[in-house]
């Protein structure tokens, strides 16, 4: 596998372990408890614990555009990590 695969593959799961640390920012595991976990485990292990935990009362503060912007650059970074892994980095001796 390629560097620039394992480069994308590492900030896809950032992207992806910040938008988990978002929505636990709004429940009582919290930003940093769901963000670590999501580092430790796999972004998808630490989104089924922030959602188990109860949200906030009170409803919380809005993030406006932050959080979808890092789901797109997180989605983004992971198709073409699955893009170069797949095709054993040969894209890149296409382009």
């Given at each position: 596998?390629?560097i620039?695969a394992v480069?994308?593959?590492?900030?896809?799961?950032?992207?992806?372990a910040v938008?988990?640390?978002?929505?636990?920012?709004?429940r009582r595991?919290g930003?940093?408890?769901?963000?670590?976990?999501?580092?430790?485990?796999t972004?998808?292990v630490?989104?089924?614990?922030?959602?188990l935990?109860?949200?906030?009362?009170g409803?919380?503060?809005?993030?406006?555009?932050?959080?979808?912007?890092?789901?797109?650059?997180?989605?983004?970074?992971?198709?073409a990590?699955l893009?170069?892994a797949?095709?054993g980095?040969?894209?890149?001796?296409?382009?």
């Open positions: 596998m390629s620039l480069i994308f593959g590492i900030l896809s799961g950032c992207f992806l938008l988990v640390g978002i929505i636990g920012s709004h595991i930003f940093g408890w769901a963000f670590l976990i999501s580092l430790i485990f972004p998808f630490g989104l089924i614990v922030a959602l935990t109860d949200p906030l009362p409803g919380g503060q809005r993030w406006g555009c932050v959080g979808t912007v890092v789901a797109i650059l997180g989605l983004l970074f992971f198709a990590f893009l170069l797949l095709t980095g040969a894209m890149l001796l296409a382009l």
